[in-house]
C-alpha cells in the first residue's frame, strides 16, 4: 500500500536559483521592455554559452524538438536518416516532421549509442544524414561515425539533448558532426525552463539557423526560406544566465550523488550500471541502472512498481523504444529482428532519481529497497 506520508521523490526535480537573484534581471527587462527577438539577455546567453561549452557558435530555441527540427532544415535533410530507436521520442518526431523516413539502427551494449559497426549496412542510395544520440550524455563513437559519414557523403547532427557541458579529451563533444543539438528542459542539467540550442562551426550557418528560427527573416523585408517560430525569449534567457552561475555546483552534487549510487549498488546481483569513461568529462544527467531479471530475481517493471509504492518515481528512460510506438512501428528497420540490444535494453532499464536537492539518505532508502 502507498504511504500518502511519505515524501515523494521523483527522478528529477529542477533547481530554481533563489528569487532575489532573479528580481533584477526582471526589472531590466521591464525596463527596456525587450521581451523577445534576439534581445540583449539572449544575445548575453549566447556567448556565455559558447565559452563555457567551448563551442563556436551557438544559436538559442524555444525548444529541443524545434532546435531539431530546424537542423534537419538548415542542412537540407531529404529521404532516409539513420537513428537510434533508444532515445526521447523527440528525436525520431525531426524527422516525420521533416517528411525524412527513419532508418533505425541498433545500439553497442556499453554506452546504448547508436552502434557504429552497424550503420553501413544501413546505407541505401536514399541515406543523406546519420542522427546519433548521446544518450544519457555518454559520448558516441564520433570518430568512426564522422569516417562512414566522410566515406558515404553524409551528414552527421548530433541529438545532444543529454550532453550539456560533457567533454572529451577536454573538448566539447558538441563540436562533432555537422550540427549538435541540445535541450534545455526543466528536467536537464542546465535549463532554461523549456529551450534547446544549435551548435554549429560557422558564422554563416549560425546566421542561417538564426534566419530560420525567425519566420526566414532576413533583415525587416526579406523572407529567404520559409522559417518557423522557435526564439528563445528574454525572460527565459535571464533565468539561464542565472543558471549558469551555479552550473559547477550541479554538476559536483550530480557527481556525488552518481558516486554513492555507484558504491550502494555494486555488489548487488543482477544489477548494473554505467561507469565512467577516463577521456571525459561526465556531467551525470541521469543514473541509469540494468535489471538482469534471471540473477535479481525480479523484472524492471516489478522493481518500478515496488519503489512507486514506497513513492520513489523512477522512469523507465527509454521504454517503450521509438520504434515500438504507433507512428513507426511498421517501418521495416523497426522490426524488434533488428533491434535485440536496444529491445532487451528497453525492458532491463530504470532511471533512478537524480537531482541537486536529493539527499543523500534517500539514496541510500533507494538503494535499501533495491537490495530487499
Ligand atoms: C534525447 C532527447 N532529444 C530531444 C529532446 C527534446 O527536447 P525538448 O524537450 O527541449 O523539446 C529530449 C528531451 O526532452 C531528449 O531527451
Redo the contacts with the bound molecule.
Keep these: 500500500m502507498k504511504d500518502k506520508n511519505k515524501k515523494t521523490i521523483t527522478v528529477t526535480q529542477p533547481f530554481l536559483p533563489p528569487l532575489a537573484e532573479f528580481i533584477p534581471y526582471l526589472r531590466q527587462i521591464w525596463e527596456s521592455k525587450w521581451l523577445t527577438n534576439n534581445g540583449p539577455l539572449h544575445q548575453q546567453l549566447e556567448q556565455e554559452l559558447a565559452e563555457y561549452l567551448g563551442v563556436k557558435y551557438i544559436s538559442l ?1 524555444s ?6 527540427i530546424s537542423a534537419l532544415q538548415a542542412l537540407n535533410i531529404t529521404g532516409e536518416v539513420i537513428t537510434t530507436p533508444f ?5 525520431t518526431h ?1 524527422l516525420w516532421w521533416n517528411k525524412i523516413t527513419p532508418v533505425f539502427v541498433d545500439i553497442e551494449p556499453d554506452y546504448l549509442n547508436l552502434d557504429p559497426e552497424k550503420i553501413e549496412a544501413a546505407i541505401t542510395p536514399h541515406t543523406t544524414a546519420i542522427m546519433p ?1 548521446h ?1 544519457y550524455g555518454n559520448p558516441c563513437q564520433t570518430e568512426k561515425i564522422q569516417r562512414i559519414a566522410d566515406k558515404y557523403g553524409l551528414k552527421v547532427i548530433y ?1 545532444a ?2 550532453a550539456f557541458g560533457v567533454k572529451k579529451d577536454n573538448t566539447s563533444i558538441l563540436n562533432n558532426g555537422d550540427l549538435s ?5 526543466a ?2 542539467v542546465f535549463s532554461t525552463i ?3 540550442a544549435i551548435i554549429c562551426h560557422t558564422q554563416e550557418m549560425k546566421h542561417h539557423i538564426d534566419n530560420l528560427k525567425n519566420f526566414g527573416f532576413r533583415g525587416e523585408t526579406v523572407v529567404e526560406e520559409p522559417g518557423i517560430n522557435a526564439k528563445l525569449n528574454e525572460i527565459q534567457a535571464a533565468y539561464g544566465l542565472l543558471q549558469l552561475k551555479y552550473i559547477d555546483g550541479f554538476i559536483a552534487k550530480r557527481k556525488s550523488i552518481t558516486e554513492l549510487y555507484r558504491n550502494l549498488l555494486k555488489n548487488i546481483e543482477g544489477i548494473s550500471f554505467l561507469h565512467d569513461i577516463d577521456s571525459v568529462t561526465h556531467v551525470y544527467s541521469y543514473f541509469p541502472i540494468l535489471i538482469d531479471e534471471s540473477k535479481y530475481g525480479m523484472t524492471r517493471d516489478e522493481l518500478y512498481e515496488k519503489l512507486k509504492e514506497n513513492n520513489i518515481f523512477t522512469r523507465r ?1 527509454f521504454y517503450p523504444l521509438i520504434s515500438n510506438f504507433a507512428p513507426y512501428r511498421e517501418l521495416p528497420s523497426a522490426t524488434p529482428k533488428n533491434l535485440p540490444i536496444a529491445n532487451k535494453t528497453s525492458q532491463e532499464v530504470l532511471c533512478l532519481p537524480i537531482f541537486i536537492e536529493l539527499e543523500l539518505e534517500i539514496v541510500q532508502l533507494i538503494v535499501n529497497l533495491i537490495k530487499q
Aim: glycine residues 10%; negative net charge; without cysteine.
Design positions: 530555441f525548444n529541443g524538438t524545434l532546435a531539431l532515445s526521447f521520442v523527440a528525436t525531426s544520440v544518450v541529438d539533448a543529454h543539438v541540445l535541450s534545455f528542459h528536467t536537464k523549456e529551450g534547446g528512460y
